[in-house]
């Protein structure tokens, strides 16, 4: 019989929603050895009566407690740190297993020393294909979702549902926390290409991402931490030419938004001028990295 390496999968949560429970009966249903499988949740500020009546129902599951929400990625480095296996999956507490996807990723990833990370196909809660991972245009900052099989292989896949091994997480000191929202898988990943290694979507892998209701509150907050923490994607890894050219798409859209009465013109200049007053700090980090 074929042996699975033990893996540890961390999920962070904080309002605590419903879903966190569909999530864990997905993986108690994976044709994955359920002894190498350690659980770690990560409770961003949940509230504890909520806890409890889940380690009632699920009493391997291990509890990491923050205070208060510290955001996605400190509580996957934290959760990181205190796993006790050599492979990490990162999951959403909005996403649902499919039986065989956790298998598929980490023999990918074992059989393939030159892929850092991969990651599953995405379907959306109405099963519908929605992403075989993301390429990004870097001299206008553009993003576009991959379709199965297509090539060249994606500039990164999707933080609600990824493989790692724990020494590269830690390697590269996890996510970088500076990313409060949006784009820190994108870094992760460019910081893997960086040292040489590949990004890989597992086509036959399929997780079920959810898009839990908290994603989707306060569009307008939303939109400015998704333009914000591109910018800060671009000062990092981008080129000076691309980082001009970025910044001339950005004014273009930003008055395209302003004539369409679109309301992510406030995001975006909200955005930009977080940029400008961040700017050395962004530079720092820039030459830091």
């Excluded at 994955?32 to 009632?56: F, G, M, R």
């Excluded at 009465?261 to 990295?289: D, G, M, V």
């Amino acid at each position: 019989m074929k042996s699975y390496p033990k893996v540890s999968i961390i999920i962070p949560t904080a309002i605590f929603p419903k879903i966190i429970y569909s999530c864990l009966h997905s993986i108690a249903k994976l044709d994955y050895p359920q002894n190498n499988i350690e659980i770690i949740i990560v409770n961003n500020a949940a509230p504890q009566t909520k806890i409890l009546n889940l380690t009632k129902k699920y009493p391997g599951v291990k509890i990491v407690h923050f205070a208060k929400n510290h955001g996605f990625a400190q509580a996957i480095n934290t959760g990181a740190r205190e796993a006790r296996n050599a492979y990490l999956c990162i999951a959403n507490d909005d996403v649902l297993f499919e039986k065989h996807s956790l298998k598929l990723l980490i023999t990918h990833l074992r059989n393939k020393p030159n892929i850092g990370t991969c990651g599953p196909t995405i379907i959306s809660k109405n099963n519908q294909f929605a992403s075989c991972g993301y390429s990004m245009n870097f001299w206008t900052g553009s993003v576009r979702s991959l379709q199965k099989n297509e090539t060249p292989t994606p500039d990164w896949v999707q933080g609600c549902c990824l493989m790692i091994k724990k020494s590269l997480f830690l390697q590269l000191h996890g996510f970088d926390e500076s990313f409060d929202h949006f784009f820190e898988d994108t870094d992760l990943c460019l910081r893997i290409k960086n040292i040489g290694l590949q990004i890989a979507c597992v086509a036959n892998a399929r997780i079920m991402h959810k898009d839990s209701t908290t994603a989707n509150q306060n569009l307008s907050r939303k939109y400015y931490l998704w333009y914000k923490n591109k910018i800060r994607l671009m000062y990092k890894h981008f080129s000076p030419a691309q980082i001009l050219t970025n910044s001339v798409f950005h004014f273009c859209l930003f008055i395209y938004y302003l004539v369409t009465n679109n309301p992510r013109s406030f995001a975006l200049s909200k955005a930009s001028l977080w940029s400008f007053i961040s700017l050395p700090k962004l530079i720092q980090t820039r030459y830091a990295s």
